[in-house]
């Protein structure tokens, strides 16, 4: 893709997206409904969607930041639901799509469409975690959600070169698919594992270097991918493994690292997710130019059965997953919370489609191993299009209203909070008792003012948490603790006024004034992030 394309592409994503947050409308239909939109403006350049780009390039980072912000103990307490969605769900719905296309399209060999099932089998990552984020959903939902996003893509993956090979002609046997599988699967897990430890080592010995430990950040994702598909075995679960690992981890590093680490991930995330998804309504013409015979109302008609299949089969399988496993064993009644219909119904309609799908399909080779052309590759080019912006139109639109007519529990904030107060409070006290501990010891010796000024810190911070469970001022709507933060800010302010004056007059030079303004800057996050908690 030349320079200007790609420029106009991310610029103008970025633009949309941003302007989604301005509305009620996810950002990701947003996007896709801008890509469509702009696609049929004559001057557009042509975007074609490259899986040698989207797969190794994109996916890497997209997952790399879940996974990092995602909870490795919330993911291992709901490892079962996860799994049976991530893995039982996505092999069931590639069987499924995969025979009720070969039913519906006439010539149509079944291995070509397994291809189709498992390409359109696994919900998109990006759109999953943004809508839930979005949506205020239940902790479990939200964790279960982002568990299966995590992991679904290795799955369908793994599924679409087993289901390849057969339609090809490259395969032997369904054992062979089967091996296949099994080494993708625990090649890829080991693979991480072995790289988890030595990256975390290693970024802990960086410490007193920030820059250096973000530039191993930023590598760390595409050397796991790239080491694991180097021997054949799943390059997203090894992401995902390194990511959880260095993730749960994250409290080891120095504090500069995590603070840049933060929001240079948020930053590539937002310009990826924010592309990717104008890139698949950018994908309209590039599809409709390869139909060639496939056109009129029947091509339409078997779109609208694959798109019925894929939204049916979750359901098929998220309601028996949720509820037998409980109905068969006492012990997981006991240990998992109880649920109803009503979770099953959100966690079935959050099936959105997105750019793997796209991906994937685009990577079907033009001919099998015999030299003759793949079966119907336009037409599994297409059902996969029309799939991916039916689900996050269809699905994506209506899923906030779906929770508000179910009345779906959102997070409990004054318990969270409560939580966070408590937790506090018994670090504070901690850390006063191991100053006092400090203090004893001639080296650590204090003028009684700044030794004070330690302790009026640490109760600050203890009492911050607890002062928003308090009254409300009337006037501007504000707790105490909301009010003391705005204040501190806008003294911040002021002094930063002041520094920038100095400057001018020449009282102080430009890197004085750098220093100056990070010192509040690092000050200012710290406001920032207790009234964002």
């Known amino acids: 893709m030349a320079v200007m394309p790609l420029f106009l592409l991310v610029a103008g994503s970025a633009a949309v997206a941003g302007l989604a947050r301005r509305t009620p409308v996810p950002a990701p239909l947003l996007l896709v409904t801008a890509g469509l939109a702009a696609s049929a403006v004559p001057g557009v350049p042509d975007y074609t969607l490259d899986p040698h780009v989207v ?3 994109v996916l890497p980072p997209l997952l790399h930041t ?53 390409v359109v089998a696994p919900p998109d990552a990006v759109a999953a975690s943004a809508i839930a984020r979005r949506l205020g959903l239940p902790h479990r939902i939200t964790t279960i959600l982002q568990g299966e996003s995590l992991v679904n893509d290795a799955t369908a993956i793994t599924a679409y070169k087993v289901a390849l090979a057969a339609a090809v002609g490259t395969a032997a046997t369904w054992g062979d698919g089967f091996k296949e599988f099994a080494l ?21 010995r960086l410490r007193e270097s920030a820059l250096l430990e973000n530039t191993l950040s930023l590598l760390i994702p595409f050397v796991a991918y790239a080491a694991a598909e180097q021997v054949r075995a799943s390059g997203v679960l090894a992401v995902v493994v390194v990511g959880l690992y260095l993730g749960h981890r994250s409290w080891q590093v120095d504090f500069e690292t995590r603070l840049q680490e933060d929001a240079v991930w948020k930053v590539i995330s937002f310009l990826l997710e924010s592309a990717v998804f104008a890139l ?19 091509v339409l008609g078997y779109a609208a059965v694959v798109f019925a299949v894929v939204v049916l089969a979750r359901f098929v399988w998220v309601f028996p997953a949720t509820f037998l ?33 796209l991906a994937i399909a685009f990577s079907i080779p033009a001919t099998v191993h015999g030299g003759g052309p793949f079966p119907a590759r336009n037409l599994v080019l297409f059902l996969t299009f029309t799939t991916v912006i039916a689900t ?20 409990d904030a004054q318990a969270e909070t409560l939580a966070e107060a408590q ?12 100053l006092d501990e400090l203090l004893q010891d001639e080296r650590n010796a204090l003028p009684g003012p700044l030794s004070d000024r330690l302790r009026t810190v640490m109760e600050r911070r203890r009492n ?9 001022n009337e006037v501007t709507g504000e707790s105490a603790d909301e009010t003391y933060r705005r204040l501190a800010r806008e003294m911040i302010d002021a002094e930063r006024r002041v520094f920038v004056q100095l400057r001018d007059a020449r009282r102080i030079d430009d890197e004085m004034l750098r220093t100056l303004l990070r010192r509040l800057d690092l000050e200012e996050a710290a406001a920032y992030r207790e009234g964002a908690s």
Do not use: C
Not at 280 to 298: A, M, R, Y
């Open 55 to 57: 797969l190794p390039l």
């Open 66 to 118: 879940a996974a990092l912000d995602s909870s490795y103990l919330d993911l291992r307490a709901n490892l079962r639901p996860v799994a049976l969605l991530s893995v039982g769900y996505v092999l069931f719905a590639t069987l499924v799509v995969g025979y009720a296309a070969y039913l519906v399209i006439p010539d149509l060999p079944l291995s070509a469409a397994l291809v189709l099932g498992a």
């Open 184 to 204: 993708a699967s625990i090649g890829g897990i080991g693979i991480g594992v072995v790289l988890m430890v030595p990256l975390h080592w290693l970024r802990v």
């Open 280 to 298: 698949i309504g950018l994908q309209l013409p590039v599809v409709l130019s390869g139909l060639g015979e496939f056109t009129g109302p029947q």
């Open 325 to 357: 496993p409980r109905f068969l064993s006492a012990r997981i009644r006991t240990r998992e919370p109880d649920t109803n219909w009503t979770a099953p119904v959100i966690v079935g309609w959050a099936g959105m489609r997105g750019v793997v799908s």
């Open 392 to 411: 996050l139109v269809i699905q994506g639109l209506t899923l906030p209203v779906l929770i508000r007519a179910l009345r779906l529990p959102g997070r």
């Open 423 to 434: 937790a506090q409070n018994e670090a504070s006290r901690a850390a006063e008792e191991y």
């Open 464 to 472: 911050a948490v607890w002062e928003r469970l308090g009254a409300v």
